[in-house]
């Protein structure tokens, strides 16, 4: 079964300190993958989205991830976090146009500490 | 403004009530989708559909029905069945097509058995 995996269930950082999250996703041609971000009791925001071309993607808030296909991965990354960046943080996948069944990883909560 | 709407915002329901969650979307969205979020399990797919008057089980449809009469629309019903319905319920919808492709969220419901 196709499936999104995010590793980490909680991670702590310090602000101002970088920031990986990794996401996995079992192999399937022409994946479409993004990254969410959810405050508490909130919906879910979309921080970037990867269909093809450059596999280095830029998003909102000064997030980037990266597309690796050998190591079927797209971790989301940021240079320097603050402090409104503590939320939890979804890996979502789309197995291909036409098949719309879009499924999510089990976040990644994330910590900042002053 | 275009969005997702779902209501209510806090749901009570006694035990072996079936219970309606509703869904509304102003974006014209072919695809619409009811997740669950618990602690620790990420977003689980319930129900989704890509077009009216169709609709496909996730990995969790055990216990709930759908029903997709409008394009708009997509109302999620608990019913008595579900074991456990307590958890926070989301509702997104896509417009697919390449790079256009994203999900939009309403801002949950969350629903409480007592």
């Known amino acids: 079964a196709q499936s999104v995996t995010q590793p980490d269930i909680h991670i702590t950082v310090s602000e101002g300190a970088s920031l990986e999250l990794r996401c996995n996703y079992s192999y399937g041609a022409t994946p479409y993958l993004f990254w969410y971000v959810q405050s508490p009791g909130q919906g879910l925001q979309l921080l970037l989205k990867y269909f093809s071309g450059d596999t280095l993607v830029q998003g909102i808030k000064g997030f980037e991830a990266e597309f690796k296909r050998s190591q079927s991965s797209f971790n989301l990354r940021k240079p320097s976090v603050h402090w409104s960046d503590a939320a939890e943080y979804f890996c979502a996948r789309l197995p291909e146009v036409g098949n719309e069944k879009l499924t999510f990883g089990t976040g990644t909560r994330l910590t900042i500490i002053p | 403004d275009g969005g997702i709407t779902q209501s209510p915002k806090y749901l009570f329901r006694k035990e072996g009530q079936n219970v309606t969650l509703s869904c509304e979307q102003n974006l014209n969205h072919d695809a619409m989708y009811w997740y669950r979020q618990d602690p620790g399990q990420g977003l689980r797919l319930i129900y989704y559909s890509q077009i009216v008057n169709d609709f496909q089980k996730g990995d969790i449809a055990e216990g709930y029905s759908v029903s997709r009469e409008k394009k708009e629309s997509f109302p999620l019903t608990v019913t008595s069945a579900q074991k456990n319905p307590t958890a926070f319920y989301l509702c997104?919808?896509?417009?697919?097509?390449?790079?256009?492709?994203?999900?939009?969220f309403g801002q949950g419901t969350r629903l409480t058995v007592v």
């Open positions: 997104a919808s896509t417009e697919t097509g390449g790079a256009n492709t994203e999900a939009f």
